[in-house]
């Protein structure tokens, strides 16, 4: 606490200096400050705590001074990008006065401001794009050791413990890179735009949001260099208090993100409830904000609860206390109830904006109104409401109540009807359109394909007798591959596209788009078909080597997988390539009714120079019949 | 589908009520999620002390230690009640503005964060002189996390006692108060979740 | 479905693009659940015991069950993309109604949801029942089961004190399975015979089966547990009654030995 206590005598003394210390404060400060302090706690961890007595679990002292470590370079970090001096200027009673907080939107800073702690929307949504990509690149390198690996079958030239720990890594930054996806980048950029308002309603927070995924991200990176997080994304205890130190990386990655989560959504959801342009009621706010904010809003209540599973397995490696250690009263169904609890509302916190933001192109591609916004609507909040009263389904055969499945088979098989509307919308949507053949408009139609193979494989999975024989198989991953990435992945990339003219100012290259539609599609069905295949063939998940029955369905994933990170590089060459040089963007090139399209290329700062006032709903397309 | 409009043509001279009731909003909502780990605290307590998993709940004396005894509840309502002064003197200090009574704002506000300070030494106190250590138990581990969890929220609350005070003392509140307001739901939720841990550690 | 109706008042069943999905879904609705059904139990294999019997009937219920909505939702979409398709930089012409409800779509998708959502239930519930009851079954023998890093062990709780690596059952016998682990979590998971349970560290918990197939098959450890995990795997042998107790008495000789 002592050295967040000096901050703000130090900032009020380089106040007076010539340039203010809000100025001065940049990634750079951050990175410093950061790895500074992690070094200097670690030293002094080091020298000063007493070595464990003979009676301690394994690794106490040394999880100690992790955990100590990882949490210097976050507070180091936060406080070097400037995030403490907004509430201590609120302690002191000097609040950041108007040129201040202008020059904290990035005014008149160009490229740096994307370096800095900087408050505009735009500025926040471009970082998150740049973020979420790096994170997937990563996470799809990952995925690609993976399958190599698994191409055949005594073929594990990675190391068991190796490759353990590269499908724990590849877990959890792909579930991090898909929650922040669609909310981070466009959520951010389009959202305020969309709405009508000039920034989000608290932008301090939202540059917090951002910067708290920059510090959560070298956690997970250090991680892998101590032992790795070997116990798949899920961590579950008591396996995860036995794991080597990686563990801790894997604990401070997940309590940073899930602040990062909380505060972003406690900003979105308040600047769609409280600031949505005069004359935009709730009839006539687009389908993507309803997406947008029942993601953030269902991660809300969830992601606390995730935060603490972690704090008390961190308390149970660095301290021996007993959450999960079953030697002294705890309980591993402790964890898996709250890592559920969770995990649950997190598959829809990842689904419901990218099916929104396929609802919200719908239209412009068909060129004829939404069909049934009503249902779009009922769909989007039934999923949420019904996702939190889900979790046990996960845990069917971990014998923690088994009279409880049947409830919890009663509600996970109700999510199918609002899920049932969701597809209506589409669909009807479709039906009877003039369909301009883009890469948004196939997208949909792969959603529904993905997204019908993820869900009716989702009804075998919800069933308590298939579930005792699909649990914990290649079938259960193949199956959340096709909802988050078949169905999930989909609507992020044709928002990517969509939207790519608004946030860069260029058109995404077309031939690009289509071919890498096509490869990542084909590949993708065929990886995960195959991975279907051996599930149902007895092939557990997590293995780094099978019997020889599964060679022929592995090697037939292992194509898909090639063919998506063909596809992938395309579509990375292509955001590289259209950013740089692409084509310049008219203000709105799909002749779309929404507002993001209403402002000029580049967006000025405030977005609008007098705010609009809203008469009807953004879907009057169609030629009205006679 | 949108008309121009000249109203709010700066968003910098929003009405206060405006900015208010935004930012009391996103208050909530963060609460919302602090609520959330409340009451998942809650539910680790009382899912351990029901599985009681080996009779570690509160393990039995053996050759090596004496058996760990659970503490008495009335130190954590202690702290509890003491989170209820703050809110009180808070809420005294809150009338106080809406009455533009600016003497009465400052001196409720002091006193709060007097009481938060006293309710985090007092605390602290609690956690030091706790008889069992964190190995000695599931009802241990689970004490030191409902008193650490407090402990947090009360080490927020002196930020926020400390500053809604200053503030006051500053004058800053003259023109709205806001913030005040907001202190307020921060000093109810103080107290209940204190209350929440109290509740939890009268059932041992 | 007044909605849909053209100025031409022809009803709209009889518009060429309802005829066309009604025709597609025909057509598509066998196709999607004859390959459903047979690409997914082809890959499962022949069973070993009712439990995994069931759960292929189940799962060849459920996938014709959803054949026909996955046929519908097929047929929708590719009678639209058969439609007006325009290609191109700049936006096509308006589509030419402004169709954004149709409350007896709507409905009709909703409570046909519904009920095939009840219909699902009602299948499993009635399956799970049927589970559930074998565990109370008091004929049954009892095996101790304990996961650990990375083995099985396996108790013969009616025998004096019989351990074994693989597991040994008598064929058409009822078995419970008492299961549980001493590190950390394992599933212990008979592949052909359809059954799984955690083994918990602290825990002991229980699932049943009758094997009704004399063979060889595999156990494997369906939940991560560290290091070798992949590794964890052993077999289960299904021998005529007359071949277990002879199993049975060798053992518990050389264990008595021991």
Redesign the interface.
């Known amino acids: ?1 002592t050295t967040v206590m000096d901050r703000p005598a130090a900032s009020a003394g380089h106040t007076a200096s010539r340039k203010p210390l809000i100025e001065r404060l940049n990634i750079v400060t951050a990175l410093v400050l950061g790895a500074v302090s992690s070094v200097v706690v670690w030293q002094l961890a080091l020298k000063l705590l007493p070595q464990d007595a003979d ?1 301690a679990f394994f690794f106490n002292r040394e999880d100690k001074i992790m955990l100590l470590a990882l949490i210097a370079w976050f507070v180091g970090f936060m406080t070097g990008i400037g995030a403490l001096i907004g ?1 201590f200027r ?4 000097k ?1 950041l006065n ?1 040129d201040e ?1 202008m020059f904290l939107a990035g005014k008149e800073q160009g490229v740096k401001r994307y370096f800095r702690y900087t408050t505009d929307h735009k500025v926040v949504g471009i970082q998150y794009l740049v973020i979420t990509i790096i994170i997937f690149l990563v996470g799809g390198i990952l995925a690609m050791l993976i399958r190599t690996n698994l191409g055949h079958a005594q073929g594990g030239w990675i190391e068991p413990q190796t490759y353990n720990a590269i499908v724990g890594w590849h877990g959890i930054i792909m579930i991090v890179a898909t929650i922040i996806m669609v909310t981070g980048p466009f959520g951010n950029f389009i959202m305020p735009i969309m709405i ?1 308002a ?2 989000m ?2 932008p301090r ?1 939202n540059a917090l949001s951002f910067w708290l995924i920059v510090a959560a991200v070298p956690p997970v990176f250090i991680s892998f260099f101590t032992g790795g997080i070997t116990t798949g994304w899920s961590a579950y205890n008591p396996l995860a208090s036995q794991s080597a130190l990686g563990m801790n990386g894997y604990i401070a990655f997940i309590c940073i993100f899930a602040i990062s989560t ?2 972003a ?3 979105i ?2 600047t769609v ?3 949505r ?2 004359g935009m009621t709730w009839n006539r706010t687009p389908i993507f904000i309803y997406g947008v904010v029942a993601s953030v809003a269902l991660a ?6 995730f ?3 972690q ?2 397995s961190g ?1 149970d490696r660095a ?5 999960y250690n ?6 591993g ?2 964890y898996e ?2 890592f559920w ?1 969770m995990g649950h509302p997190e598959v829809y916190v990842i689904l419901i904006p990218s099916v929104a933001a396929l609802m919200e192109m719908a239209p412009v591609f068909t060129r004829r109104p939404l069909f049934s916004f009503n249902l779009a609507i009922m769909g989007i909040a039934g999923i949420s409401g019904l996702s939190v009263l889900v979790w046990a389904h996960h845990m069917y055969i971990s014998g923690w109540a088994p009279l409880l499945n049947a409830p919890f088979m009663l509600t996970t098989e109700l999510i199918s009807i609002p899920t049932g509307m969701l597809f209506l919308v589409l669909i009807g949507t479709l039906w009877r359109g003039r369909l301009w053949m883009t890469m948004p408009l196939m997208s949909i139609f792969a959603l529904l394909w993905n997204f019908m193979i993820g869900g009716i494989t989702g009804i075998y999975l919800s069933d308590v007798p298939a579930d005792a024989f699909l649990h914990g198989s290649m079938y259960v991953t193949a199956h959340f591959h096709y909802t988050l990435m078949g169905a999930g992945l989909t609507g992020a990339l044709a928002s990517l596209v969509y939207w790519f003219p608004k946030m860069t100012g260029r058109m995404f290259d077309k031939t690009l788009s289509w071919v890498s539609f096509w490869l990542v599609q084909i590949g993708f069905n065929v990886a995960f078909m195959g991975m279907f295949m051996v599930g149902l063939a007895g092939q557990p998940r997590r293995v780094e080597s099978y019997a020889e029955i599964f060679n022929k369905g592995n090697l037939v994933t292992t194509i898909g997988a090639y063919t998506i990170m063909a596809g992938m590089l395309v579509l990375l060459h292509g955001v590289i390539s259209s950013w740089r040089s692409g084509v310049k963007a008219p203000m709105n090139p799909w002749q779309a ?1 929404t ?1 993001e399209w ?1 402002v000029a290329n580049p967006v000025p700062l ?1 977005n609008f120079e ?9 879907y ?1 397309y169609g030629k009205a019949q006679s | ?9 700066n ?2 001279h929003e009405h206060p009520d ?1 900015v208010g ?3 009391r ?2 208050v909530i ?2 609460l ?6 409340a009451l ?2 809650l ?2 307590y009382f ?2 002390r029901q ?7 509160l ?1 039995a004396a053996t050759s090596d230690n004496p058996a760990v005894v659970a503490l008495s509840p009335k130190g954590t309502w202690y702290v509890t009640g003491l989170a209820a002064l703050g809110l009180l003197t808070h809420f005294y200090g809150l009338k106080g503005v809406r009455a533009k009574n600016q003497t009465q704002l400052v001196l409720g506000g002091g006193l709060a964060a007097l009481f938060s300070i006293g309710a985090l030494i007092y605390q602290f106190i609690q956690i030091s002189g706790a008889p069992f250590t ?2 000695s ?6 004490y ?2 409902i008193a650490g969890l407090n402990t947090l929220h009360l ?1 927020l609350t002196v ?1 926020i006692a ?2 809604n005070w ?2 006051s ?2 004058g ?1 509140y003259k023109a709205d108060h806001w913030h005040v307001d907001i202190v307020n739901v921060w000093w109810v939720w103080m107290t209940v979740s204190s209350l929440l841990g109290a509740f939890a550690l009268s059932f041992s | 479905m007044t909605n849909l109706q053209t100025p031409q008042t022809t009803k709209w069943w009889k518009k060429s693009d309802v005829k066309k999905t009604f025709l597609l879904w025909l057509i598509l609705t066998p196709i999607i659940g004859y390959v459903g059904t047979t690409v997914q139990l082809r890959s499962i294999g022949a069973p070993a015991s009712e439990v995994m019997a069931s759960v292929k009937t189940l799962m060849g219920v459920f996938t014709w069950a959803a054949s026909p909505v996955a046929a519908l939702v097929a047929a929708l979409a590719l009678t639209s993309l058969s439609g007006k398709r325009h290609y191109g930089d700049n936006p096509p012409a308006e589509a030419d109604h402004q169709i954004s409800n149709s409350p007896r779509v709507a409905s009709t998708w909703v409570v046909v949801s519904t009920l095939l959502c009840l219909f699902a239930l009602i299948t499993g519930l009635v399956v799970l029942q049927k589970d559930n009851e074998s565990i109370l079954d008091a004929t049954a023998m009892n095996v101790n089961v304990t996961g650990q890093q990375w083995v099985w062990n396996f108790d013969y709780v009616e025998s004096n004190g019989v351990r074994s690596a693989d597991l040994y059952l008598p064929v058409d016998k009822p078995v419970v399975f008492h299961v549980t682990s001493v590190d950390v979590k394992h599933s212990f998971w008979i592949v052909q015979m359809g059954i799984k349970m955690d083994a918990n560290p ?2 002991v918990t229980e699932t049943a089966v009758t094997p009704n197939k004399i063979g060889v098959f595999d156990i494997r450890c369906a939940e991560l547990c560290g290091l070798l995990h992949a590794y964890m795997q052993t077999k289960v042998h299904v021998l005529s009654q007359a071949d277990y107790d002879a199993w049975l008495t060798a053992k518990s000789t050389i264990e008595g030995a021991a």
């Not at chain 1, 609120?90 to 009673?93: E, Q, S, V």
């Not at chain 2, 589908?1 to 709010?8: G, P, Q, Y």
């Not at chain 2, 919302?32 to 780990?37: L, N, R, Y």
Request: aromatic share 10%; charged share 10%.
């Open positions: 606490m009676t509430p609120w302690l002191m009673g609040d108007h907080n009508g000039r920034d309603a608290f927070l909380m505060v959504g406690a900003n959801t308040t409830v409280k600031m342009a005069k809300l209540p969830a992601f606390p609860v935060f603490l599973s704090i008390m308390l301290f021996a206390t007993s959450f079953v030697a002294g009263g705890g309980s169904w402790l109830n709250l609890i009714k507002l209403t405030e007098t705010l609009p006032v809203i008469t009807s709903d953004p009057g | 589908m949108s008309v121009e409009t000249h109203a709010h043509s968003p910098h405006v009731s935004r930012n909003l996103g909502l963060i919302v999620a602090d609520i959330a780990m998942s605290v539910f680790v899912y351990l599985q009681n998993v080996n009779n570690m709940w393990p964190t190995t138990g599931a009802y241990a581990s689970c030191f996390l080490v930020f400390i500053g200053n503030r003392r500053l800053i | 602290g825990y």
